[in-house]
Nanobody, 122 residues
Framework: QVHVVESGGGLVQAGGSLRLSCAASGRTFSNYAVGWFRQAPGKGREFVAAITGSGLTTRYADSVKGRFTTSRDNARNTVSLQMNSLKFEDTAVYYC???????????????WGQGTQVTVYA
């Protein structure tokens, strides 16, 4: 049984920062890429960032490039998403998910967490 849990969401003023964490159990963590997605009310699930199992390669959506950074600690089975210079349009529920590939499509990821709310206010 694979279990994925996100944490670290909250309320933050525009221009501020938040750090999300994703903890996974039930599989050899370093064998899997981890993707971050978000979903705002009334919108589809959007790719945010991904990191390979080794942590050596990352990819980002254009909307967050230069502001968000993902990293991982395989010894602790955790992945982080550091979000800086937050904007109102970053408000969404953020999810992490694991996959053997390194894609940007949500359909390619198999195990998902329950999500954590990030709300950015002016």
């Amino acid at each position: 049984q694979v279990h994925v849990v996100e944490s670290g969401g909250g309320l933050v003023q525009a221009g501020g920062s938040l750090r999300l964490s994703c903890a996974a159990s039930g599989r050899t963590f370093s064998n899997y890429a981890v993707g971050w997605f978000r979903q705002a009310p009334g919108k589809g699930r959007e790719f945010v960032a991904a990191i390979t199992g080794s942590g050596l390669t990352t990819r980002y959506a254009d909307s967050v490039k230069g502001r968000f950074t993902t990293s991982r600690d395989n010894a602790r089975n955790t992945v982080s998403l550091q979000m800086n210079s937050l904007k109102f349009e970053d408000t969404a529920v953020y999810y992490c998910a694991t996959d053997t590939r390194f894609g940007t499509a949500a359909s390619g990821y198999d195990y998902w967490g329950q999500g954590t709310q990030v709300t950015v206010y002016a």
